[in-house]
């Protein structure tokens, strides 16, 4: 049996989004920016995608921008606005994803911000009053934190936080690679300056995603060149990308209820099973209250070779994860599960689902888990 239990790092690609892309790998290949008739087929595909996905989000088309994907939306929000808007002063969290958080140390490397990091309760929740207190220093904050945490699933009160910045007069920058395509996200609710999305969260093809920026916003581009994106990012559009990833967003938002529903139900079948079968076990993050139904992290009672417990799993045909893509192999890589003062002598396990996944397949990978627990029992 073949199990895909690591939908955080990345999705399968829906054959309905490749059907979408199919004509512009093929005979629709006109540079947008070319004003014959190849190139206004194709430029109008472009803003075709781009007003569906401001539609979805309810936001002016002008207000979307394309991006290689998340990595770069970040950049570009967090790069360019200290640059453009007199900002010296940046509150971030430890356990952003590295995009986040390796920018921001870069910036405060070279002398041009001051990085606070915010504390976290014992659930991993962002402590809400050390960020007010962050942010009664008087100079211009940007704030970045991240709307669902990759590896643990926490969710961010992104209303509350927002409505915090508007008090103290902060940009807000949410990294919302993991809950777009997932949840609504309704753009005139919350006050929020930059956001972000990469289509292959969601079923869409990789190495493309979009960032908004609001209206009220102007910052230079990040990358420099043509004059493609209203002159805020050059280079030939990725069009197949951007075809793909609209359809992924109008199908991730048609069926977002239902998916949704199916989801959480696999997310909390598979906390049941486990409880049931391995004691001990416990959860990383705030699992089962304020958490994304995609994703479940699990601490494993201490073993040994705990560590050889992601390739056996492999081995026996499951992918899982032992943090975020980049942290592969065992969880002391993991900044995140650190970063929340996880007990790092347990193993600890990401699992995360999509629409694809089956009941069936959790009594597998439980099934499994628990005969490695036992053999290691034994040594
Ligand atoms: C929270 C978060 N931010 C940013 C990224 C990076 O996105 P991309 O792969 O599109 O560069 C990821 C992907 O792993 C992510 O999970």
């Given amino acids: 049996m073949k199990v895909y239990f690591d939908n955080a790092a990345t999705t399968s690609l829906d054959p309905e989004v490749l059907e979408a892309m199919i004509p512009f790998l093929e005979n629709k290949f006109g540079n947008p920016s070319s004003i ?49 808007l007199g ?8 356990i952003e994803h590295h995009a986040v958080s390796h920018t921001l140390e870069d910036l405060e490397s070279k002398g041009d911000l001051k990085v606070s990091w915010v504390k976290f309760k014992k659930d991993g929740h962002v402590d809400l009053e050390h960020l007010e207190n962050l942010l009664r220093d008087n100079t211009r904050t940007l704030v970045s934190l991240m709307h669902a945490n990759n590896e643990i699933g926490n969710l961010l009160p992104l209303k509350k936080v927002s409505e915090l910045c508007q008090k103290y007069d902060a940009v807000l920058h949410s990294d919302t690679v993991q809950t777009m395509g997932h949840y609504v996200h309704d753009m005139q609710d919350v006050n929020l300056h ?10 869409g093809p990789k190495g493309i995603g979009f960032m908004y920026i ?22 030939t559009e990725n069009l197949y990308g951007i ?28 906390v049941d099973l486990l ?12 699992h089962d209250k304020s958490s994304l139904y995609t994703v479940l ?40 599960l650190q970063g929340i003062d996880c007990d790092m002598s347990r193993p600890s396990i990401r699992f995360s689902f999509s629409k694809e996944n089956t009941k069936e397949e959790i009594d597998y990978a439980v099934k499994k888990l628990c005969e490695f627990i036992e053999l290691s029992n034994k040594n």
Avoid: W
Avoid at 43 to 69: D, H, M, Q
């Fill in 36 to 84: 014959h008739s190849y190139g206004r087929e194709t430029r109008s595909a472009i803003e075709g995608a781009r007003k569906k996905i401001a539609e979805l989000i309810n936001v002016s088309p002008g207000e979307i921008f394309f991006t290689s994907g998340g990595t770069e939306a970040n950049n570009t929000a967090i790069r360019c606005s200290i640059e453009k």
């Fill in 87 to 94: 900002i010296k002063h940046a509150i971030s969290s430890t």
């Fill in 194 to 203: 930059f956001a972000n999305c990469s289509a292959h969260k969601f079923h």
């Fill in 214 to 235: 609001n209206g009220d916003v102007k910052i230079d581009p990040f990358i420099t060149g043509g004059s493609q994106e209203r002159n805020m990012r050059g280079g």
């Fill in 243 to 270: 075809v793909g990833m609209a359809k992924a967003f109008e199908i991730a938002h048609r069926n977002m209820e239902k998916d949704q529903h199916y989801i959480q139900g696999l997310k909390t079948y598979m």
């Fill in 275 to 286: 409880k049931e079968n391995i004691s001990g076990v416990k959860f990383n993050g705030d």
């Fill in 297 to 336: 992290s699990v601490s494993l009672p201490p073993m040994t070779n705990g560590e050889m417990l992601l390739f056996n799993l492999d081995i026996s045909g499951i992918a899982a994860s032992g943090g975020s893509a980049c942290t592969s192999g065992s969880n002391q890589g993991s900044h995140v």
